[in-house]
């Protein structure tokens, strides 16, 4: 039986999937976190060489007898997580690094994961980089911002690090398009240029005030675990078997290590990713949600609005993000639901929509 397809689940995954990828000479992006190294093609000396690479990139030697007993990208993190989880911290994710052209630099929603837009980053194409902006709080111990307009100015700073001057290429999903619209204002008031802010099936911060209250999940946390594991379905292609009433049954820390050992358990975090994950996606959740946040003025570029047909998020067609730009909408209707429309098949319409726009802002 093929071994289900899992893409890296966070930084380290994602580094050594690279070295994997120039040794055995295939594509990253299609590279799974529990294939076997010997199974697509490598050898004893492969072997040898991508622990040399890892050793060097990562300073953590780690022998041949280890790599052996599990020869997989998924056992080669958890080896390398056990000296440092430094890397995750880190808030630039180069989800595809290699290119010519002007990177476009993408927000997760509101879990905070930006490796959840690695199926886009492939159809983007190989000579379009894209980096993931990673929510501060998803990792380590320091807290989420709580203020839309601190996460926009900390991921601005984040971004130049790669490109210091723009014009520049920003999209986000769910909660993470009003991140990216409070970018490109603050970026607008310094005189640089957005030249495509896309937004995947997100609320505009007026529809997010005036929907919020009547949202449950934040507070019935049963809830919130269910529509968190109902995203794995999409982002990992499996069914984690979390049932609300079972959870119902059990203490709210219970229900914490229950949540998570079934989602390490199916591979939607890998086999070591502690149990505080859930709580810091809970804190980002509640970050966004509870922020108030108003937008201080009109953004002067295009808005790139792309609404999935099948949205249970979404009430209205655009949303309101008509409103807040000078110009003309771009509305963009692509074919899945408030998830499923950045995973296979429906990323590539994504994916297409975003070139377009990116082709008529004409920026090389």
């Known amino acids: 039986m093929p071994q289900r397809y899992l893409p890296p689940r966070d930084a380290y995954e994602l580094r050594v999937s690279r070295i994997w990828a120039n040794r055995l000479h295939r594509d990253a992006l299609g590279i799974g976190m529990q294939d076997d190294f010997f199974d697509l093609g490598g050898d004893r000396a492969g072997a040898e060489a991508v622990l040399a690479a890892i050793s060097a990139r990562f300073n953590a030697p780690l022998s041949l007898e280890a790599f052996l007993e599990a020869p997989t990208i998924e056992r080669l993190g958890c080896l390398l997580r056990a000296r440092s989880r430094k890397l995750n911290v880190q808030p630039l994710i180069p989800l595809q690094p290699d290119g010519s052209k002007r990177p476009f630099f993408f927000l997760p929603g509101g879990e905070g994961a930006p490796l959840n837009a690695y199926a886009l980053a492939r159809w983007m194409g190989p000579d379009q980089p894209l980096y993931g902006l990673q929510s501060r709080g998803l990792h380590g111990e320091r807290p989420p911002f709580e203020r839309i307009e601190d996460m926009a100015a900390d991921h601005i700073a984040t971004m130049r690090v790669v490109q210091p001057r723009g014009p520049y290429l920003l999209g986000g999903h769910c909660s993470g398009g009003m991140v990216a619209l ?26 997010l005030s005036l929907r919020m209250p009547n949202e449950t999940f934040l507070d019935d946390l049963v809830e919130f675990y269910s529509i968190v594991a109902a995203g794995f379905r999409y982002w990992f292609d499996v069914d984690v078997g979390l049932k609300s009433d079972e959870l119902r049954a059990l203490d709210p820390r219970q229900r914490i290590t229950h949540f998570m050992d079934l989602a390490r358990k199916h591979g939607a975090y890998p086999p070591d990713e502690p149990d505080a994950r859930i709580e810091h996606i809970l804190a980002l959740y509640r970050a966004a949600s509870y922020s108030a946040y108003v937008p201080a003025e009109r953004f002067r570029g295009p808005i790139t609005f792309l609404r999935a047909n099948d949205s249970k998020f979404c009430e209205t067609v655009t949303e309101g993000w008509e409103d807040l730009t000078t110009q003309p909408l771009r509305l963009c209707m692509v074919q899945g639901n408030h998830v499923s429309l950045l995973t296979e098949p429906h990323v590539q319409e994504v994916a297409n929509e975003l070139r377009a726009a990116i082709a008529e802002a004409r920026v090389s």
Request: with cysteine.
């Open 182 to 207: 409070e970018m490109a204002l603050q970026l607008q008031r310094k005189g640089e240029q957005v030249a495509v802010l896309a937004v995947c099936d997100a609320w505009s911060p007026a529809n």
